[in-house]
Every structure is written in C-alpha cells, then in structure tokens.
C-alpha cells in the first residue's frame, strides 16, 4: 500500500469519524413505520457522501418500501469493475434499559465505538466510501471501475433490491462485489467469508376456540392455541437438536475435507466461546459435529418469539384463541429454500395437534452461498489483507445469511469478496453494538490496497 494512501486516512481520521458519528445519530430503523423519514435521511447522508467522495451519477431511487443509493465511477479502461454493496439501515436497538449509552449517540470507550450500526453495516460500509475518496485524492482517479448499490431494507429482508438487481443486469454488470458485512475470525487475524447459511424466515400461526374462552368453564375441553402451538414446535428438534422434518438433511452438502482440516487448525476455544460469545451453562446442537460445524455448515431450525394469550401485569385466565411464532430455517449448500419451506409446511401440516388449525406464511427467504477462494478477485483481496495486517489470511464461512450474496450469483453471475473488519464480540442486533476503531481505519486501507491490486 502507498504510504501516501496511509498518510491521508491518518491525516483524515479525525473528520472520518466526525461524519460517521453523524450518519450513526440517524435511526434508521428499516422495519418501524415511524422512522420511515430517518431511513430517508440516512438515504440522502448516504448520497451526499458518495457524491463527496467522487464518485458520478449518484441517485436515491425509490422503492416500493425505502429507497437505494446508487453511484460508479467507470473511466478506468480495460481495469475490472467492483459492485460495493452496504446497507444503511439497522435493527431496533431494544431493549433500551441494556445499553450503557444511548443507542444513536455515538460513544467511544475502551477502544470501540459503541452505536446502533457502528458494525452492522453503517460503519463497515462507510470504508467503502472512504477508502474511494482517499484513492481520488491520492491519485486522482480509481485504480479500477467501481459502482455503487446501498440498501435501506437489509434488516427486512431485502426485497426491494432483489428486484431490482433482477431487473437491472446491464447497470450492475461487474466482475465482483465487495461486501463489509461480515467479521474477523479473530482479532489481528485477516479473514475473507467465503460461505454463508441461506434463511427462510416465516411465521406460523395457531388458531384454537373461536374466541379467547374462560379457562375455568371450558379448561379440559376447549383446545389451547398457545400449548398447541408449544406442543407442535416441541417435535421439531430431537434432544441433541437434530431437526425431525423428513428429508431436511438430505440435499446438505458437507464441506470438503481440506476445509474441514483448515477449520480445525483455527485459534477456536470451545470453552471461550461458550463463555464470552454464547453466555449459557453448555452449547447445544449434534454432538457429532464440531461447533464451527453446527455454526457455519449444518442447517439449523429456531424459534425467534411466541405471541399469544394474556401477558400483561395481574392475572387473566384465558384459553387463547390465537398464537404465532416467528421461525426460521438456516440452510447450507445444495438446500433448496422452496423444497425446505413446502418441508416445514408439510411436517407443520402432519403434526398440528388435534383441535387446533395453522397455516405457514414465508416472510423472506434466499439460498445458501459459496465462493470460489481460487477467484483472482478473492486472490487480491487475501494478498491485500495480508499486506496490510501482516498476518495470513484466512478463509472461514459464517452461520448468517447476506441475501444479496446469492442474488448478485444469481441475476448477475459474479463471486462476492466478503471482506469484513467487525469482530465476533461486537454485538450485532444487540445491546451495546460497537465497532474497534482502530478496525474501521484499517478497513479504509485494506479496501484501498485491494482496488489497487486488483487494478494493477
């Protein structure tokens, strides 16, 4: 990396992180109507700074839900052209009581900067930006083409670009994307995803007695939509957490034995991670299967929350008439998401219990992905980590999904570097979310160095 490149992020830093403390006070909370307008302003922040940096033809384009942000720059002839991909809206950051400073006011402790979407993707894809704006002003251009598509609906499900990456092959024609959205296997370790788990996210309902009923003059008799619903989930998985639905193991694709060698060889603590990542008396799951096995190459069922019935404070006694649970369904390679849902339906279908009626609703969904690591785009970018961490790179999947990774396979046929400076304790989607500052500087570099080796 050109030592003119480091000097100007150095020089920079200061005002770097004064605009990201700006974009993080915006709540952007994608999936509350009420802040609908803090998504649009988040839009426009995201705009203006691409149009900072250097970057031609910014525009907010509208959707049917919040708008994208798109921009390029495409004068480097006969260089490859990168899609950056980010998202600038976050997750609601309840519960409030848990977090030590508020959630969209940026405070720096220990290191980190503490905020709703410091990592989750606000501060990650604003290296994006930065490492463009210190290209152009080191050498006054790109060292390749580079086009830009940001999100205000990742934290919902995505369905707005995957239209209209579906729709517009021609404008997003690339040789790679890059994605910040991912972490560090460890601190001080350059790491590249090269996999991620698919979702299904859906919704399951229970209905029971016409109307809530008088659980003294009809208990014993009336069907209970909660405990027909608890009673149905309770089947799913078997006590070492394998999933019961028939055939749900039958397409997975099990991951080579070199990755499985290189998994074994990582600095991992099952222990450490029981203590400092999961936080509960033991890990669950097959007991067959290493722990980065269950986390990043077995699919997996889960129940997100269960709704029903009477909560409030003092008693009411009610038979419930109506329940729903959010649930979901992580697949790995070679799982196809249509014939996994129509699975859960049947199996949902086959063991509702007597009394009780459900129906299945599919709320948001996308495939599993791999990358090829022999990919010169995934090369240069592990050559570039490596420069600029001074340590190998490494190559590891993650248990979560990023469904614009399979859409950009998909519609536009091109790899994703997941190049991400989070790390595994930073919190996402949780209380107290930070991001090392330190990571954010070093992720304008190494996004710097990677466009200048690709671009050589």
Request: proline share 7%; with cysteine.
């Amino acid at each position: 990396m050109s030592q003119a490149i480091d000097s100007f992020v150095s020089s920079n830093s200061g005002r770097f992180l004064e605009e990201l403390n700006k974009f993080l006070r915006i709540p952007s909370i994608s999936t509350s109507p009420e802040h609908t307008a803090d998504v649009a302003a988040a839009a426009e922040f995201v705009a203006a700074s691409l149009k900072s940096a250097g970057l031609e033809n910014v525009e907010i384009i509208p959707t049917d839900r919040h708008p994208l942000v798109y921009a390029d720059w495409l004068h480097a002839a006969g260089k490859p052209t990168v899609l950056c991909y980010g998202h600038y809206d976050v997750q609601p950051p309840d519960p409030l009581e848990l977090w030590h400073t508020p959630p969209f006011e940026p405070t720096i402790r220990d290191g980190n900067l503490y905020a709703r979407g410091s990592a989750d993707d606000k501060g990650q894809m604003y290296m994006h930006v930065k490492a463009v704006e210190a290209l152009f002003a080191v050498y006054g251009k790109l060292p390749v083409n580079v086009k830009f598509l940001i999100e205000g609906e990742e934290e919902v499900g995505g369905a707005s670009i995957t239209k209209y990456v579906a729709a517009h092959h021609e404008k997003l024609k690339a040789d790679v994307a890059l994605v910040s959205d991912t972490a560090l296997y460890a601190e001080g370790i350059p790491t590249l995803c090269i996999g991620l788990r698919g979702l299904i996210y859906m919704e399951v309902e229970a209905t029971g007695p016409m109307r809530d009923l008088h659980s003294g003059l009809y208990g014993g008799a009336a069907p209970n939509a909660v405990f027909g619903l608890i009673e149905l989930l309770g089947k799913v998985k078997d006590a070492d957490g394998r999933i019961q639905i028939p055939g749900f193991y039958d397409q997975v694709a099990e991951p080579a034995a070199a990755e499985i060698a290189s998994w074994k060889s990582l600095p991992f603590s099952e222990a450490e991670f029981l203590k400092k990542e999961v936080g509960s008396s033991r890990l669950t799951g097959e007991p067959d299967r290493m722990v980065l096995e269950r986390v990043w190459s077995r699919p997996t069922l889960e129940v997100h929350g269960i709704a029903g019935g009477f909560t409030g404070a003092g008693a009411k006694t009610v038979i419930p008439a109506t329940a729903t649970a959010k649930v979901s369904m992580r697949m790995v390679p070679d799982q196809d998401p249509d014939q996994m849902y129509a699975a859960f339906e049947q199996w949902v279908a086959a063991n509702t219990p007597a009394g009780i009626q459900t129906k299945v609703r599919k709320l948001s969904g996308g495939p599993a992905v791999v990358v090829n690591p022999e990919h010169p785009a995934i090369h240069e970018a592990a050559a570039a980590f490596k420069e600029i961490m001074n340590a190998d790179c490494v190559f590891i999947r993650s248990g979560g999904s990023v469904p614009i990774v399979g859409d950009f396979a998909h519609h536009l046929g091109i790899p994703t570097v997941m190049m991400g400076l989070g790390l595994p304790d930073d919190g996402l989607h949780s209380p107290n979310e930070k991001f090392k500052l330190d990571n954010f500087y070093l992720g304008i570099r190494t996004v710097a160095h990677f466009f200048e080796k690709y671009g050589a």
